[in-house]
Nanobody, 116 residues
Framework: QVQLVESGGGLVQAGGSLRLSCTAS????????MGWYRQAPGKQRDMVAV???????TYADSVKGRFTISRDNFKNTVYLQMNSLKPEDTADYYC??????????WGQGTQVTVSS
């Protein structure tokens, strides 16, 4: 059974930084793309950043220049470095992994709160 374990959320002041991580298991799980999505209260879940196996990245316009996604293929882990955080970044952040046949898997979510 595929499991995604997230960590790194929390409370931070505006302008601060946080780093999220997500590890997929089992270790032999064949992953294609990995990414982060977020959902604020009362809003839909939106893509934040995605990285492919070849390290091609896509970012939401609202986070370009502030967030950086990276991955360690040996550890099946994806990271999201979030800098210059703004109150509007407050949301639950979800890790997403897509396998090589197109199935999506989701983490349990980690809360990020940015105070003004």
């Amino acid at each position: 059974q595929v499991q995604l374990v997230e960590s790194g959320g929390g409370l931070v002041q505006a302008g601060g930084s946080l780093r999220l991580s997500c590890t997929a298991s089992p270790s032999w799980f064949a992953i294609n793309a990995m990414g982060w999505y977020r959902q604020a209260p009362g809003k839909q879940r939106d893509m934040v950043a995605v990285i492919t196996t070849g390290s091609s990245t896509t970012y939401a316009d609202s986070v370009k220049g502030r967030f950086t996604i990276s991955r360690d293929n040996f550890k099946n882990t994806v990271y999201l470095q979030m800098n210059s955080l703004k109150p509007e970044d407050t949301a639950d952040y979800y890790c997403n992994v897509r396998d090589q046949v197109g199935h999506d898997y989701w983490g349990q979510g980690t809360q990020v709160t940015v105070s003004s």
